[in-house]
C-alpha cells in the first residue's frame, strides 16, 4: 500500500488547510488512516485518525474541536480539515495506514512522505 499526502503549504495564525491522503489500494491493512506530525526537534504526534468502514474517529486533545477527518471511500481518500490553525501546529503531517483504529506510531505499517504546514503568527 503506497499513501501520497498532499495539501500542506503556509498560512496565517486562524486560517485553514485541508489535507489529503490517497492510498493506492484499499485491504485489510489499510482499513484505518491516521494522521501524525513532527515539529522540528520534537517527536512524531498523533492527530487524528480514522476507520475507513464505519467511520469512527479519534483525535488528540491539541486538535479536537478545530480539525476534522472524513474519508471518501471510492477515492480511498481521506482528508484532514484544519481549522483555527496555531503557530503550533506548524509541522510535516504525515498520513499512516493500520489494521486497527490507534493513536500510536506502533499499529501504523505504512506510511506516506508528510506534507509541510506552516502556520505564521
Known amino acids: 500500500v503506497q499513501l501520497q499526502a498532499s495539501g500542506g503549504g503556509l498560512v496565517q495564525a486562524g486560517g485553514s488547510l485541508r489535507l489529503s491522503c490517497e492510498a493506492s489500494?484499499?485491504?485489510?491493512?489499510?482499513?484505518?488512516i491516521g494522521w501524525f506530525r513532527q515539529a522540528p526537534g520534537k517527536e512524531r504526534e498523533f492527530v487524528a485518525a480514522?476507520?475507513?468502514?464505519?467511520?469512527?474517529?479519534r483525535y488528540s486533545d491539541s486538535v479536537k474541536g478545530r480539525f476534522a477527518i472524513s474519508r471518501d471511500i471510492a477515492k480511498n481518500t481521506v482528508y484532514l480539515q484544519m481549522n483555527s490553525l496555531k503557530p503550533e501546529d506548524t509541522a510535516v503531517y504525515y498520513c499512516?495506514?493500520?489494521?486497527?483504529?490507534?493513536?500510536?506510531?506502533?499499529?501504523?505499517?505504512?506510511w506516506g512522505q508528510g506534507t509541510q504546514v506552516t502556520v505564521s503568527s
Open positions: 489500494r484499499r485491504t485489510s491493512s489499510n482499513a484505518n
Open positions: 480514522i476507520n475507513l468502514s464505519g467511520g469512527s474517529t
Open positions: 499512516a495506514a493500520a489494521t486497527y483504529l490507534s493513536s500510536y506510531n506502533s499499529a501504523y505499517n505504512y
